[in-house]
């Protein structure tokens, strides 16, 4: 928890609290001071070169992986990453750009699927359908077809817990982090 807000807002440049509900890049020196400014103090890890508007996935005691899905497979703690969006989308392949390099490098396998939507194309001419990206480390592909079939199954059947624990062990969280989730998940953001 912060405990100076309006400290933060001027460290990070942001005019007013109210600028805080966007995202700001903070340098390493940057991440220090924010960590100085918690309570508890603490030394942010330098993975967070982003710091962004409060949400509910910030009461989860580990760090989530959303947002961080390309440093944390580069780092090898995250074993895959599942995107998708609309397409084609200019936004969705910017926001992809950063993986393309690692991709080339045979760092990271990459696998597209288009799911062409007529019924979509109908009401958004601009749209052909939905854009699956999956990202894998070399020795972890087979969960991508792990992932598709967790959703054909998803589809199929609805979403229950067993999926629910099965998809975050595709996505690499530990036994720990999985068991937390699944206890508090529910309640995530709830106001007591």
């Known amino acids: 928890m912060v405990r100076d807000i309006d400290a933060l807002a001027r460290m990070i440049g942001a005019e007013d609290e109210a600028s805080l509900d966007h995202y700001h ?27 962004g508007p409060w949400s509910p996935l910030n009461d989860v005691p580990y760090l989530v992986h959303t947002g961080f899905e390309l440093p944390l497979m580069l780092d090898g703690r995250k074993p895959f990453a599942a995107f998708s969006d609309a397409y084609p989308s200019k936004w969705f392949d910017d926001y992809l750009a950063p993986f393309e390099p690692h991709v080339t490098s045979g760092t990271i396998v990459r696998r597209v699927v288009d799911e062409p939507m007529p019924q979509l194309k109908v009401r ?7 854009r699956h990206v999956y990202f894998a480390l070399p020795d972890e592909v087979w969960r991508i077809d792990a992932y598709r079939q967790l959703e054909d199954t998803r589809r199929q ?15 690499g969280y530990e036994d720990w982090q999985n068991e937390w989730w699944m206890e508090h998940r529910r309640t995530i953001g709830r106001s007591a």
């Open 25 to 51: 890049e903070i340098s390493l020196s940057e991440q220090a001071a924010i960590g100085a400014l918690c309570l508890p103090p603490f030394s942010p890890d330098p993975i967070f070169s982003m710091i």
């Open 124 to 130: 958004r001419p601009d749209l052909a359908g939905i």
């Open 157 to 171: 059947s609805g979403w229950s817990d067993v999926l629910e624990l099965r998809l975050g062990q595709l996505l």
